[in-house]
């Protein structure tokens, strides 16, 4: 069983940043690609960001390319996301997931074998 623990959320004021972290309990996050997804307020869970097990391939929804970066240390078991020029449609419940095959920075959430709790964004206009 994996955990895993999302913080970093908070309020910005549009065009502010905030990073994002996510730390996984056990000793094979190195094997694992990671993902970043959101949920608005009324919406279905959308996915953000995924990156692949040794970080060499990461993947973006459009509509936060050149804006968020993700990355990961797997030294800390942790993967973050840099989000930067943050709009007021950026506000949501942001989660952190792990897909145990590694291989593929998917951006499908079936691939995804874990999944944090969750933590919120709220951007000010």
């Known amino acids: 069983q994996v955990q895993l623990v999302e913080s970093g959320g908070g309020l910005v004021q549009t065009g502010g940043s905030l990073r994002l972290s996510c730390t996984a309990s056990?000793?094979?996050?190195?094997?694992?690609?990671m993902g970043w997804f959101r949920q608005a307020p009324g919406k279905e869970r959308e996915f953000v960001a995924a990156?692949?097990?040794?970080?060499?391939?990461?993947t973006y929804a459009d509509s936060v390319k050149g804006r968020f970066t993700i990355s990961r240390d797997n030294a800390k078991n942790t993967v973050y996301l840099q989000m930067t020029s943050l709009r007021p449609e950026d506000a949501a419940v942001y989660y952190c997931?792990?897909?145990?095959?590694?291989?593929?920075?998917?951006?499908?959430?079936?691939?995804?074998?874990?999944w944090g709790q969750g933590t919120r964004v709220t951007v000010s206009s």
């Open positions: 997931a792990a897909d145990t095959s590694g291989v593929v920075a998917g951006n499908r959430e079936i691939e995804y074998d874990y």
């Open positions: 990156i692949t097990f040794g970080g060499h391939t990461t």
């Open positions: 056990g000793h094979t996050f190195s094997t694992y690609a």
